[in-house]
């Protein structure tokens, strides 16, 4: 394995917009819409993001707002329904998501005694040679493993939840639905490609017949550490992997970098996330990520960034020698 290529990122959307404390299970679970969801209306995006995710549309981290992601997912949504490719979420695109909604879209979920046993890193450093100094590079806390488990963003999670002690064993949360029962998983033998669109800011699984398995937002490469070009392939898959850093790395967003070799240990907060799919290209590969809500928003040091949870989904449909084809 080669974990080499991960860097601190630099953001290309710096912001989105606060999070509507006032919104509810109710709003999201009942959101209908007549024409086109205007762009604050945060039950209807939600609702949308959980029905494409569990469609495989990823649109990244669940949180309510109609960003580039989301955009991005209900486009490759609307192609392969044969509506109109707008982005937007209008009226036909909405009835057609709807068609495989099964059950709420929120859901209560009960906090366990697992869930909080961690080990948990309240703070995770900055600082290279202090990361390699811990044992391991958990969540944070029982927010941040709960908000990834069920693909959202904490302020979102946390909004849905104002009341709720995410401490304590037994509080009842809302989360979103994004495991369905019976949900059919992809066939690995009828995965043909990955196509990693740079331009875009996507990856694709592409079946034999040449159709879209799945879509997830990436962050791929920068300038000054772009990704490759044309076609390698998948060589191994490592779960739970360690990051090596080397101070011959190029970083990007790096400047206060260690002079010696640092291991940095395994966890969900590791540089490279909780999975590395590796490829047969020195130094480059396809990982998780620590922060999820950056994931297509900013640049990587040349490899391949998906969220966590859509890496460990994607580690399951690949195997040794499936090509990975990088397009601009």
């Keep these: 394995m080669k974990q080499v290529c991960i860097g601190t990122a630099v953001l290309l959307v710096l912001s989105t917009p606060a999070f509507a404390a006032s919104l509810d299970a109710e709003s999201v679970n009942k959101a209908v819409i007549e024409k086109a969801a205007g762009k604050e209306d945060r039950a209807a995006a ?6 494409l995710d569990r469609q495989r549309y990823s649109p990244g981290v669940i949180d309510g707002h109609f960003g580039d992601a989301t955009e991005i997912a209900l486009r490759a949504f609307q192609k392969d329904n044969g509506l109109k490719e707008t982005g937007k979420l209008d009226k036909d695109s909405w009835d057609k998501l709807s068609e495989a909604a099964e059950g709420e879209v929120l859901t209560r979920y009960t906090i366990t005694a697992d869930d909080l046993k961690g080990p948990f890193v309240e703070k995770i450093p900055e600082d290279i040679e202090e990361m390699g100094k811990l044992d391991s590079l958990a969540y944070s806390g029982p927010t941040e493993a709960l908000s990834e488990r069920f693909h959202m963003d904490e302020d979102a999670l946390k909004a849905l939840n104002p009341k709720a002690d995410f401490s304590k064993e037994g509080t009842e949360i809302v989360v979103a639905a994004v495991e ?3 949900a059919e998983k992809p066939d690995k033998e009828n995965v043909e490609r990955i196509v990693v669109d740079k331009s875009e800011r996507t990856l694709r699984v592409l079946a034999k017949d040449g159709a879209l398995i799945a879509l997830y937002p990436a962050s791929i490469g920068s300038k000054e550490n772009p990704a490759p070009d044309g076609e390698v392939k998948v060589t191994s898959v490592a779960d739970k992997p360690t990051w090596t850093y080397s101070p011959d790395l190029k970083l990007e967003g790096k400047k ?3 002079d010696k070799k640092v291991v940095v240990p395994a966890g969900p907060n590791n540089p490279v996330g909780v ?3 590796d490829l047969d290209k020195e130094h480059f590969g396809l990982h998780g990520s620590p922060e999820p809500e950056k994931v297509g928003k900013a640049m990587s040091s040349g490899c391949v960034r998906l969220t966590n949870w859509d890496i460990t989904e994607l580690a399951g449909m690949v ?7 990088f397009e601009d």
């Design 46 to 51: 939600m609702k949308a993001q959980i029905l």
């Design 180 to 182: 369905p029962e019976n």
């Design 256 to 258: 206060d970098r260690p």
């Design 275 to 277: 999975t590395w799919i």
């Design 319 to 325: 195997k040794k020698g499936l090509p990975v084809v």
